[in-house]
């Protein structure tokens, strides 16, 4: 399997009033070309500062990260679906390459295909607050996808849902996943999580992480 990613001995403190907390303590991990990693973990263990360290939201302290090529192009989604309620479902899709830059004819009729193509067809043209809490995690998916991601970081997407949709979800999330080949990291500290217990069931790598070490191997 190719390399896509090597974390080397890195570390984070914050630094606030209250003082310097330590939030990962010396990590090295590999990612895999598509592979998809579950990072398990206790709540405050670094999890989310991990990812937004990945997706360079935030610094590091010190260690190495190296992707294996440049211009790797990083897809963040968040515990919530962060849509934005004024504007329509193929709109909030749209946003990243906005972001990016122009948005061209062929980026709309991919995102529509897309909307299509994972049972959002009759919402294309809705808004947000139509839309329940499973579909909009799946729309926040696929806004994360449109802008063609090598690797996709997803920060606990099922923990706001309620139990039937997260069971639901996390089936559709890992097809999506699966069916558009993409590399990705998701955590989570909830060991019910439905994605947790399919991650082992699929034998997908699943990273059980504190902030002072982690394995492979899940420790039970
Ligand atoms: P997790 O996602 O695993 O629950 P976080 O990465 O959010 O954990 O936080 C790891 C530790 O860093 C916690 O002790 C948390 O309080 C602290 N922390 C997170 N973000 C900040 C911040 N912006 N400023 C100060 N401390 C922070
Ligand atoms: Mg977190």
Same mark, same amino acid.
């Not at 937004?52 to 190495?64: F, P, Q, Y």
């Given at each position: ?7 080397? +001995? ?10 310097? #907390? ?7 991990? +590999?990612?895999?070309? +598509? ?6 973990? #206790? ?46 479902? =193929? ?7 906005? !972001? ?43 806004? #994360? =996808?449109?802008?063609?991601?090598? !690797? ?10 309620? /139990? ?12 999506? !996943?699966?069916?558009?080949?993409? #590399? ?17 069931? /699929? ?18």
């Amino acid at each position: 399997m190719k390399k896509l990613l090597e974390i080397k +001995n890195l570390k984070k403190y914050y630094h606030d009033i209250s003082g310097e #907390t330590l939030a990962i303590d010396n990590i090295s991990l +590999n990612i895999y070309e +598509n592979e998809f990693i579950s990072i398990v973990g #206790t709540s405050g263990c670094g999890k989310s500062t991990l990812l937004s360290i990945l997706a360079s939201l935030e610094d590091k302290s010190s260690g190495t990260i190296s992707f294996d090529r440049n211009n790797i192009k990083i897809g963040y989604m968040l515990q919530n679906d962060s849509l934005f309620p004024w504007r329509n479902i =193929l709109d909030n899709c749209l946003i990243g390459l906005e !972001i990016n830059g122009k948005v061209t004819d062929d980026d709309k009729k991919n995102v529509i295909k897309l909307l299509k193509k994972y049972d959002l067809a009759d919402f294309i043209y809705k808004y947000p607050s139509e839309l329940s809490g499973g579909m909009k995690q799946r729309v926040a998916l696929i806004r #994360t =996808l449109a802008i063609n991601p090598d !690797i996709l970081l997803l920060d606990e997407p099922l923990s706001a849902l309620d /139990y039937q949709t997260r069971l639901s979800l996390s089936d559709d999330l890992y097809a999506i !996943i699966k069916q558009e080949k993409k #590399t990705a990291v998701m955590v989570t500290h909830d060991l019910g999580e439905p994605k947790f217990k399919k991650s082992l069931f /699929y034998n997908n790598p699943c990273i059980w992480y504190s902030s002072k070490s982690w394995s492979r191997t899940i420790p039970w």
